[in-house]
């Protein structure tokens, strides 16, 4: 398989409110919701760099178009990595998460790998990590 990954998918039980909370609160573009004419085709997608997207989704319309039951979501089945620049960058994003009704479930601390890294999870319970690694800085 070659790696050709252009959406990540995330689960959501509120469109409205997750639409609200990545756009508004964290500033992420996106054109808003699309597909409402369809029973279960309403999908909001983000521009997160070149080449890659957010999709958000209800939980429901996942599970009818994959064609299995709706589990119990669990937070720690994956998290999403935020690389920044620096540690500054680190604090400024949790922060704008914090304001934008994330709880925070790890402060910003230094780590054992020699990083800078904090946890949050959106209002659907994801969990994202920020992190600065001075030995993967992101391209600016």
Wanted: aromatic share 10%; hydrophobic share 45%; net charge negative.
């Amino acid at each position: 398989m070659k790696p050709r990954i252009t959406v990540i998918t995330l689960c959501v039980d509120d469109l409205e409110r997750a639409v609200f909370f990545y756009r508004d609160g964290l500033g992420l573009p996106t054109q808003g919701i699309i597909g409402k004419e369809f029973e279960y085709g309403a999908v909001a997608f983000f521009d997160l760099q070149p080449g890659l997207k957010l999709a958000i989704w209800p939980r429901k319309s996942l599970a009818h178009d994959a064609g299995i039951s709706i589990g119990m979501p669990s937070p720690t089945e994956l998290s999403i990595g935020h690389n920044v620049s620096s540690m500054a960058e680190v604090d400024a994003v949790m922060a704008q998460a914090k304001s934008a009704g994330a709880v925070i479930v790890k402060p910003a601390q230094n780590t054992f790998w020699g990083g800078y890294a904090g946890y949050f999870q959106d209002p659907d319970h994801h969990l994202w990590e920020v992190v600065w690694n001075p030995r993967l800085l992101p391209e600016e």
